[in-house]
């Protein structure tokens, strides 16, 4: 079913025939990307974990090229709704790759200045909990 999902998802969002493909209005995708995200978040497996925050820089990425400030803001806006950067941190760590995209997602929101007090003790405290010789050093 998984597979399923995010095949069907990348129907939505990419090209097939770039004449016969109608992209929905952005909103949509967004909602669509969100609840996608969130699916795969919820799974228990690493790979649908990288799987999300790769969507994560994605939509964050979309939403800054998109030329309008409300579009990002509203995509920041789930990610604090929704405690997408606490979620993010809680596992996973461990793994280099998730690590690195975390690191983006955490950039990306510095670079906006939307970082918030909560983030940073999250990160520190996950940092001090693992980075006695863990891979997690590499978020900060």
Request: hydrophobic share 40%; aromatic share 8%; with cysteine.
């Amino acid at each position: 079913m998984g597979k399923r999902r995010y095949g069907v998802f990348n129907l939505c969002i990419s090209h097939v025939h770039p004449h016969h493909y109608i992209p929905p209005p952005h909103a949509q995708l967004t909602t669509l990307q969100q609840d996608f995200i969130e699916y795969l978040l919820n799974q228990a497996t690493f790979q649908k974990h990288l799987c999300a925050v790769k969507e994560i820089n994605t939509m964050l990425t979309r939403g800054e090229h998109s030329g309008s400030a409300a579009t990002l803001h509203s995509a920041i806006t789930w990610l604090r709704t929704r405690f997408i950067v606490q979620r993010l941190l809680r596992s996973n760590l461990h793994q280099k790759q998730y690590v690195a995209q975390v690191q983006h997602v955490l950039a990306f929101l510095s670079r906006q200045q939307c970082l918030q007090e909560e983030d940073l003790d999250l990160l520190w405290g996950v940092t001090e909990k693992v980075c006695g010789g863990g891979v997690c050093c590499g978020v900060v």
